[in-house]
């Protein structure tokens, strides 16, 4: 953990120095010319690094055997040692942010100002990182800190001017690009006023959350233009040098390098029991005393307690492998999959098709009722795949209502599985939905139950959509079946040839539909009667008004072929309301959609992009009541919209 700490007048002491020793001040005050500068405080595991320097000292070596350190009144136990030469230094940072306008082509600033540059490199000391960030119409990091001052060299020397000065973006950029630890400088340095759309506030509140020392070379501006800089100095804890001269830069930039290479670096305990208070330096150099002082706060450490050994006589356990959270979640998913895959392997899903007997595979055509098509399998299958559908016939044997409708729907919906596989491909889909929300959510049972449910009844909807469709698609070519069977009865044929007919030239599900029935006849199955099975499985009762037609037709005569093309005439005019009623009612139904929708997706939103806003719904009591509250009122909802845009034609 670490924090800069200084006070405003030891950044004044530092700048009154700096301005004298570059020339750039005819006098300073002389109470300033013993003022040392407490750069940056920084505390890890109970020890204290402080970097301080000597402002105007010059070359002259610290006598730091004359080291004196108090905090909070108390004297602290310190050594100092050059800050390039300390055991365990403290990490320095430098980022130099030079205006590469056109405006700085003038006078020769810019040549002036690369020169600076390099003079600053070459006076740096060892171990200060170095970063380079320009900023014209764009701001660039043309070299991001580094030890390579050969790099650096080459960086300085390749730059190149361009139009705008984004001074506020390239600010920014340059505290971003100086990082998070240790002693951090910012030196920019510019001729002219920030021509970007950034508000000043924001980078002043930037400067000041990120710790950073900025000082500002003011290169031949107007005293107005250098007050617009101050807020960025003040905010960074440094000072706005101006040089009004480009030859003076070199003296400037030589000076801040020379700071930088006379810090000292003291290390100290502080007292027991002192956690804040002002901090006193005081060291002599020259034949001057040099002291700052500085309020700093220090991290709480708890107290250490001695851990008391626990007497056991269990034996403990050998150490075995740990198995990460990725691979834990990798098995559940595998054995999800794994799952998924035997039991569509033993429903046949891989393999050829199960080779059926005659019997078999005339059995759904000589007996009526879905109940039929779940029969026990023939004693010739007898493999695992006979074992599983065994099992979830026994398990459909205490309910044979259910059986019975979910057969119907597996009719209606055209899909080739009795009863009991759809039971065992319905289960796999559930737990494989869920075992992919449980890897998606990192280990979440809530959302792995959520992902259980969403596929039962993604299941379950599909089977109804399948019935849907294939419903609505035999009651719209019912028109044009009756026409066709009229027509080939006008044509001289046989009732039974104009069915034949339909089974030759119609589409499905009506040509599927008549070629069971017409197959049924020949296995002595009355006509009406194979007729009525249509109806009933298609769930028609367009069709079975038809039939209806056509069994009175054949008890008391009449001509059947005119009769269809009545029913034919008035099954388009049906058909026709029925669209018409569709479409007036389907912004009711796309509102509801809507509306049932939203929530559930705003939900599902939240979990993933913000969880922890939403863990209260299933953490708390009052979230349990808020969730069920809107389950019960988005059904009773939902049942209401249905019941009003439901329209029976």
């Known amino acids: 953990m670490s924090d800069r700490r200084s006070l405003l007048a030891g950044r004044a002491s530092r700048v009154a120095a700096l301005l004298l020793a570059s020339g750039l001040m005819v006098a300073a005050a002389p109470a300033y010319a013993d003022n040392g500068s407490i750069d940056h405080v920084e505390t890890s595991g109970g020890t204290v690094r402080v970097l301080f320097s000597l402002p105007g000292a010059g070359n002259a070596q610290p006598d730091l055997g004359s080291l004196r350190v108090v905090l909070g009144g108390k004297p602290m136990t310190a050594q100092a040692a050059p800050a390039s030469d ?35 490199l070459d006076s740096a000391p060892a171990d200060l990182r170095v970063g380079i960030v320009t900023f014209a119409k764009q701001v660039s990091v043309a070299q991001a800190p580094t030890l390579d001052r050969g790099a650096s060299r080459r960086v300085l020397a390749n730059l190149q001017l361009s139009s705008g000065t984004r001074l506020y973006d390239g600010l920014q950029q340059a505290v971003r690009s100086a990082g998070t630890v240790g002693q951090r400088n910012v030196i920019l340095l510019s001729d002219g006023r920030d021509t970007s759309n950034t508000p000043l506030p924001s980078v002043v509140r930037t400067l000041k959350k990120a710790g950073v020392k900025v000082d500002v070379v003011a290169l031949d501006q ?43 670096q003291i290390t100290g305990t502080p007292p027991a029991g002192v956690r804040e208070g002002t901090l006193e330096i005081s060291i002599d150099a020259n034949g001057n005393s040099f002291s700052d002082s500085a309020f700093v706060t220090l991290p ?90 065994g099992l979830a016939n026994k ?59 969403g596929g039962a009844l993604a299941a379950w909807m599909y089977l109804g959509f399948k019935q849907s469709r294939r419903l609505k698609a035999f009651n719209g070519q019912l028109a044009g079946t ?25 589409a499905e599900p009506v040509a599927g539909e008549f070629r069971r029935a017409l197959v049924e006849t020949r296995l002595g199955v009355t006509v009406e009667d194979a007729l009525d099975g249509i109806a009933e499985r298609m769930h028609s009762d367009d069709f079975r008004w038809t039939v209806m037609a056509i069994r009175i037709q054949r ?53 993933f992009t913000n ?4 863990m209260p719904l299933f953490t708390t009591s009052l979230g349990y009541l808020m969730v069920a509250g809107m389950v019960i009122l988005m059904s009773v909802g939902g049942f209401m919209m249905k019941r009003m845009i439901k329209l029976e034609v």
């Open 86 to 120: 300390a055991a365990n230094a403290v990490q320095r940072t430098a980022v130099l942010t030079v205006d590469t306008s056109r405006s700085m082509s003038t006078n020769n600033k810019f040549s002036e100002a690369k020169q600076a540059a390099q003079l600053f």
């Open 222 to 264: 107007s005293p107005r233009e250098e007050g617009l800089l101050a807020p960025l100095s003040a905010a960074g804890g440094g000072s706005v040098i101006s040089a009004k001269d480009p030859k003076a830069l070199g003296r400037v930039f030589a000076s801040e390098a020379q700071d930088l290479a006379s810090q000292i």
């Open 300 to 389: 709480a450490t708890a107290p250490s307690r001695p851990v008391k050994p626990v007497k056991t006589a269990l034996t403990p356990a050998p150490p075995r492998r740990a198995i990460s959270a990725h691979l834990m979640l990798a098995g559940v998913g595998a054995v999800g999959v794994g799952v998924l895959v035997i039991l569509v392997t033993l429903l046949g899903g891989f393999g050829g098709g199960r080779r059926q007997s005659v019997e078999n595979r005339i059995e759904v055509y000589t007996r009526r009722g879905s109940s039929q098509l779940s029969a026990p399998t023939a004693p010739q299958e007898q493999g695992v795949a006979a074992q599983a559908v």
């Open 395 to 453: 398990a459909l044997e205490s309910n044979k209502g259910f059986e019975l409708k979910l057969g119907e729907k597996l009719e209606a919906g055209g899909i080739a599985f009795r009863p009991a596989e759809w039971l065992l491909l319905h289960a796999s889909v559930a737990f494989a939905g869920a075992a992919v929300v449980f890897m998606l959510t990192g280990g979440s049972m809530l959302m792995a139950l959520v992902g259980f449910l």
């Open 482 to 506: 009756l026409q066709l069977m009229a027509g080939s009865l006008q044509a001289g044929l046989s009732f039974a040839q104009g069915m034949d007919t339909i089974v030759r030239e119609g």
């Open 555 to 607: 008890e008391v005569g009449g001509n059947l072929a005119e009769l269809m093309l009545s029913v034919a005439a008035t099954l388009r005019e049906r058909d026709y309301l029925r669209r018409q009623v569709k479409s007036l009612s389907a912004e009711g139904r796309f509102s509801a959609y809507i509306l049932l929708g939203l929530p559930p997706l705003v939900m599902l939103y939240e979990y």
């Open 611 to 614: 969880k922890h806003y939403l």
